[in-house]
């Protein structure tokens, strides 16, 4: 999978004063959860959304951990820095 990233800068924030010193560089930050993970942050965000809806349904927590609350799973973080030059 390829993926197409555009940066781009407007003109106007080139000519400030005092002048922008822009970044040479971005970084790409991906993670990679497990289902398990997955299913207790998706719940959980659930949850705070409800929070103080008197109407809301009742939302059970994903749990995978026997006779307890939470879940046992993670998350592998990636990241990659490119350096580029402005034209």
Known sequence: MKLK???KVDDF?????P???LPSWFRVSLRTMN????KF?????????????PYAQPIT?????KNGLGVF????PF?????????
């Open 19 to 21: 002048p922008i010193d």
């Open 61 to 65: 927590t994903y749990t995978n951990v």
């Open 13 to 17: 924030q080139l000519e400030t004063f």
């Open 5 to 7: 990233f555009v940066y």
């Open 73 to 76: 799973g993670g998350y592998t």
């Open 79 to 87: 990241s990659r820095t490119f350096n580029y030059v402005l034209q």
């Open 35 to 38: 289902e398990a993970q997955y």
């Open 41 to 53: 942050n998706v719940q959980s965000r659930k949850q705070q959304l409800a929070e103080y809806d």
